[in-house]
């Protein structure tokens, strides 16, 4: 094959495996099962049904807590819409109801930037599904009289001044033992939970299932986030549990949409966790419990600020996906850059310039080359139509030729390579970064993570993407390749309108740099071609 296309080639390979890609996510999303319902028992509100205790009789997990009992599971999400509340806790940031099984029965975000559709107050958790610090013995009997048993708590009502703190006493008489939960909130989100037994049993403890406050489904992770004693992360998305995952001493448990988080954490200790598998095999964390179990927890939007304030550990539950190595450092300089400007649009339009600074050496040295190779087109056409049929003659003649004008059929390619990591990395953080929800950019943008509401940025993303495929040289002489560049740009804006406006204004911008920087080695090329024009007119006269 012809080395002189490969960097177009490459181009085109890229768009198409992200279009293939983009594709492939939207078509596994929208056929997964549908998640379905439970049925209404006919029991009381305070009644929940539940089996004997499942042990999994596999392990797989190289770091699994082997022995260990195994969370009861119900018939049906141990949790109904009317539940009692027996306590409330307020701040300016959030609403917190806990409902007369000891659970956090409802989170309730008050900023208005994470207002619904409707602009309601946004609600964090589903009312039908399994809850926050739900407890769950092993003992199926003692299970079922913990869930006919209400708690009591020592506040009913409490607000919570910024920076405060305060402790809520709640509990639960049972016939063997007495369950005592004692949280501490404070106005960040995060709490202290410490629960005792007067008389020892085998119980489990969850993080509850994962908020359901976004309902974005395209190209979004979701499920339970696990970092071990080992400090490896791992992450079992919807649609993928087991059932019988297990993992000890683990210091922090995440279940996790989008942009929430309901988290358990004992960064000293560790923990044993335990994997439910529930609905279309989604996960259920559960936190092996003790007589006397000491216990850090979260529960809001996956803030950097706040989570690295309260431990700079606990960022390790904001998770990017396959590209999170490049993601995080990817994050953290355009944070820095946000704190510093003031504003997220204007931090990710320099965040792109930047990472074009760093590659320009390496783009500038590709161009020249794709520039030289274009002017050398028609001998290389002459060479193969002179040797087409002597192949290995033809390749020798086209290295002489390469040699002879420093030509490298090779050098812009780890540019475009570099790119395909930067571009999915920085799509990932634009995507799920919680900082862009309510952050505004110039005129008509007031919300970074949704469409652009005029289209505008596509547009001008299209645009300048076609204006950009009319400055760069090409060899491609192939019809059906020409075709298909010529409708990339259309066909990448429709695509892009969908795409949240950060990521569209990071393309939007790349493309304007690389326009200006197409420019620029243009004018170069010229004056370096000039130079060598004169120096062989020189040679040649003596």
Same mark, same amino acid.
């Given at each position: 094959?012809?080395?002189?296309?490969?960097? /177009? $080639?490459?181009?085109?390979?890229?768009?198409?495996?992200?279009?293939?890609?983009?594709?492939?996510?939207?078509?596994?999303?929208?056929? /997964?099962?549908?998640?379905?319902? %439970?049925?209404?028992?006919?029991?009381?509100?305070?009644?929940?049904?539940?089996?004997? &205790?499942?042990?999994?009789?596999?392990?797989?997990?190289?770091?699994?807590?082997?022995?260990?009992?195994?969370?009861?599971?119900?018939?049906?999400?141990?949790?109904?819409?009317?539940?009692?509340?027996?306590?409330?806790?307020?701040?300016?940031?959030?609403?917190?109801?806990?409902?007369?099984? *000891?659970?956090?029965?409802?989170?309730?975000?008050?900023?208005?930037?994470?207002?619904?559709?409707?602009?309601?107050?946004?609600?964090?958790?589903?009312?039908?599904?399994?809850? %926050?610090?739900?407890? $769950?013995?092993?003992?199926?009997?003692?299970? +079922?009289?913990?869930?006919?048993?209400?708690?009591?708590?020592?506040?009913? =009502?409490?607000?919570?001044?910024?920076?405060?703190?305060?402790?809520?006493?709640?509990?639960q008489q049972l016939s063997t033992t007495t369950l005592t939960k004692t949280i501490v909130? #404070?106005?960040?989100?995060?709490?202290?939970?410490?629960?005792?037994?007067?008389?020892?049993?085998?119980?489990?403890?969850?993080?509850?299932?994962?908020?359901?406050?976004?309902?974005?489904?395209?190209?979004?992770?979701? *499920?339970?986030?696990?970092?071990?004693?080992?400090?490896?992360?791992?992450?079992? =998305?919807?649609?993928?549990?087991?059932?019988?995952?297990?993992?000890?001493?683990?210091?922090?448990?995440?279940?996790?949409?989008?942009?929430?988080?309901?988290?358990?954490?004992?960064?000293?200790?560790?923990?044993?966790?335990?994997?439910?598998?529930?609905?279309?095999?989604?996960?259920?964390?559960?936190?092996?419990?003790?007589?006397?179990l000491h216990l850090g927890g979260f529960i809001g939007p996956k803030d950097f600020k706040?989570?690295?304030?309260?431990? &700079? +550990?606990?960022?390790?539950?904001?998770?990017? @996906?396959?590209?999170?190595?490049?993601?995080?450092?990817?994050?953290?300089?355009?944070?820095?850059?946000?704190?510093?400007? @003031? #504003?997220? @649009?204007?931090?990710?339009?320099?965040?792109?310039?930047?990472?074009?600074?760093?590659?320009?050496?390496?783009?500038? /040295?590709?161009?020249?080359?794709?520039?030289?190779?274009?002017?050398?087109?028609? /001998?290389?056409?002459?060479?193969?139509?002179?040797?087409?049929?002597?192949?290995?003659?033809?390749?020798?003649?086209?290295?002489?030729?390469?040699?002879?004008?420093?030509?490298?059929?090779?050098?812009?390619?780890?540019?475009?390579?570099?790119?395909?990591?930067?571009? !999915?990395?920085?799509?990932?953080?634009?995507?799920?970064?919680? =900082?862009?929800?309510?952050?505004?950019?110039?005129?008509?943008?007031?919300?970074?993570?949704?469409?652009?509401?005029?289209?505008?940025?596509?547009?001008?993303?299209?645009?300048?993407?076609?204006? +950009?495929?009319?400055?760069?040289?090409?060899?491609?002489?192939?019809?059906?390749?020409?075709?298909? !560049?010529?409708?990339?740009?259309?066909?990448?804006?429709?695509?892009?309108?969908? !795409?949240?406006? @950060?990521?569209?204004?990071?393309?939007?911008?790349?493309?304007?740099?690389?326009?200006?920087?197409?420019?620029?080695?243009?004018?170069?090329?010229?004056?370096?071609?000039?130079?060598?024009?004169?120096?062989?007119?020189?040679?040649?006269?003596?």
């Amino acid at each position: 094959m012809d080395k002189t296309d490969l960097n /177009k $080639r490459l181009m085109l390979a890229f768009f198409l495996s992200f279009i293939v890609f983009v594709g492939l996510e939207y078509y596994m999303q929208h056929n /997964k099962p549908q998640e379905t319902t %439970p049925k209404q028992n006919t029991t009381s509100a305070k009644e929940t049904p539940v089996t004997t &205790p499942q042990t999994p009789t596999k392990v797989e997990n190289a770091s699994s807590v082997e022995n260990a009992p195994a969370p009861a599971k119900a018939n049906s999400a141990p949790v109904v819409a009317t539940a009692p509340i027996i306590s409330t806790i307020t701040s300016k940031e959030f609403n917190i109801e806990i409902d007369h099984l *000891g659970r956090i029965g409802q989170f309730t975000l008050l900023d208005d930037k994470y207002n619904t559709k409707e602009n309601e107050k946004l609600k964090i958790f589903d009312n039908t599904k399994v809850k %926050p610090l739900e407890v $769950r013995f092993s003992d199926a009997t003692l299970n +079922q009289e913990a869930f006919k048993t209400s708690y009591t708590a020592s506040i009913k =009502e409490a607000h919570l001044d910024e920076n405060g703190k305060i402790e809520v006493v709640l509990t639960q008489q049972l016939s063997t033992t007495t369950l005592t939960k004692t949280i501490v909130f #404070n106005s960040n989100g995060g709490y202290t939970l410490d629960i005792k037994l007067s008389t020892p049993a085998d119980y489990f403890i969850t993080t509850g299932y994962r908020p359901t406050a976004d309902d974005t489904e395209f190209m979004i992770v979701k *499920g339970a986030l696990i970092r071990d004693g080992d400090k490896i992360i791992s992450t079992i =998305e919807d649609g993928e549990s087991e059932g019988d995952e297990k993992f000890k001493n683990a210091s922090l448990v995440s279940a996790f949409d989008r942009y929430y988080t309901s988290m358990l954490y004992n960064l000293d200790e560790g923990m044993h966790i335990s994997i439910l598998k529930i609905e279309d095999d989604n996960p259920l964390i559960f936190v092996q419990g003790e007589p006397e179990l000491h216990l850090g927890g979260f529960i809001g939007p996956k803030d950097f600020k706040v989570l690295n304030d309260i431990n &700079p +550990q606990l960022t390790d539950a904001i998770e990017y @996906g396959w590209f999170t190595f490049l993601a995080k450092p990817f994050f953290a300089i355009t944070l820095w850059i946000c704190n510093y400007v @003031g #504003n997220w @649009g204007w931090a990710i339009v320099l965040f792109t310039l930047l990472i074009k600074l760093v590659l320009f050496p390496l783009s500038y /040295k590709g161009m020249m080359s794709m520039q030289k190779l274009k002017d050398l087109a028609p /001998k290389m056409k002459e060479i193969k139509d002179r040797y087409g049929k002597d192949p290995m003659k033809m390749n020798q003649h086209m290295m002489e030729l390469y040699r002879k004008h420093d030509a490298n059929p090779m050098g812009g390619c780890l540019p475009m390579l570099l790119q395909i990591p930067v571009f !999915f990395a920085l799509y990932r953080v634009l995507l799920n970064a919680v =900082e862009l929800q309510g952050a505004e950019w110039i005129l008509w943008i007031e919300d970074l993570s949704k469409l652009d509401p005029y289209f505008i940025l596509p547009i001008l993303m299209g645009a300048s993407m076609y204006l +950009q495929q009319k400055l760069t040289p090409t060899t491609i002489t192939d019809p059906l390749q020409q075709k298909i !560049f010529m409708y990339l740009p259309l066909i990448l804006t429709i695509f892009f309108v969908t !795409f949240p406006a @950060g990521l569209v204004l990071y393309w939007f911008t790349n493309n304007l740099l690389s326009i200006a920087q197409q420019y620029f080695i243009n004018i170069q090329y010229e004056k370096h071609k000039a130079i060598e024009i004169a120096t062989h007119k020189k040679h040649k006269d003596k």
